[in-house]
Every structure is written in structure tokens, then in C-alpha cells.
């Protein structure tokens, strides 16, 4: 894999994230309040969103370019983001995605904060989500 710049993407440049969901086709959007971290090749190549909540943190917009696959770029991203936090982090992600989370440390086995467990049910409305956790030490 080419050497990557994993780093936060200060506030002025946030738009350059929602341009690469958007260039891939991607719902996701950088949520405002949360902190923006992507990998860069000359462009960005994958990003996510770590927004506050009560506990600790809510991980979202998770993406790699399709060209970026397969190489631990997503899981590499995760845990460079992760690793100055403290309380759990929380993800919601389509069932199949388990196992995946499950290998970074993640699980089911987690308390959500009334605000995410709100969240959730209401994305159960259209689609099998699972919420998981990751606990860190604080």
C-alpha cells in the first residue's frame, strides 16, 4: 500500500469530506460537532466522523475509495482516531459488517446512550442495523 497521511481534517477544509462522499456516490455526510479524520494519498482516499456523545463517541461515515479496498485502510483509519479518546465508541453498521468490527474490537455487548438508542430505532425502520461498542479506558 502507497504511505498514507492518516490525520484530523482541520474545520475550514470539511467540505473536501462531503465532496468525497459525494463523489463516490456515498450517503454519508460529515456531521457538524464531531471530528473529521481521513487518509490522504495525494487526495482523500477514505474518511469518518467521530461525533461526542454522552459515554464517549459516536463513529459514522466510515468509507474507503473502492480503489483503497482490501488493504486495512479502513481499520487502520479507525484505530489512529480512536486511540487518544477515552469512554467507548459506538458504531451502528448493516449485520454483515459483524465480524469485521467484531476482529477491531467491537461488540454487541454494549449499553448505548439514550440518544444513539433513539437513533437506532429509528433506522431499524427501513433497514437491519446492529449497534456495537468498543470500550476504552478512561
Not at 3 to 17: K, N, R, T
Not at 63 to 88: C, H, K, N, S, W
Not at 95 to 114: C, I, N
Amino acid at each position: 500500500m502507497p504511505e498514507l497521511h492518516i490525520e484530523p481534517l482541520a474545520e475550514p477544509l470539511w467540505p473536501l469530506l462531503n465532496k468525497f462522499y459525494r463523489h463516490h456516490d456515498s450517503p454519508m455526510k460529515a456531521l457538524k460537532g464531531g471530528r473529521l479524520w481521513v487518509a490522504r494519498d495525494r487526495e482523500i482516499v477514505a474518511g469518518l466522523c467521530l461525533t461526542p456523545v454522552v459515554g464517549g463517541q459516536w463513529l459514522t461515515g466510515v468509507f474507503v475509495d473502492p480503489a483503497y479496498r482490501g488493504q486495512g485502510l479502513a481499520a487502520r483509519l479507525i484505530r489512529q482516531a480512536v486511540a487518544d479518546g477515552e469512554g467507548t465508541v459506538w458504531l451502528m453498521c448493516h449485520p454483515h459488517l459483524e465480524g469485521w468490527y467484531q476482529r477491531m474490537g467491537f461488540t454487541q455487548d454494549t449499553v448505548l446512550p439514550q440518544s444513539l438508542s433513539e437513533r437506532l430505532v429509528r433506522y431499524k425502520r427501513n433497514k437491519p442495523m446492529i449497534a456495537m461498542g468498543m470500550e476504552r479506558a478512561l
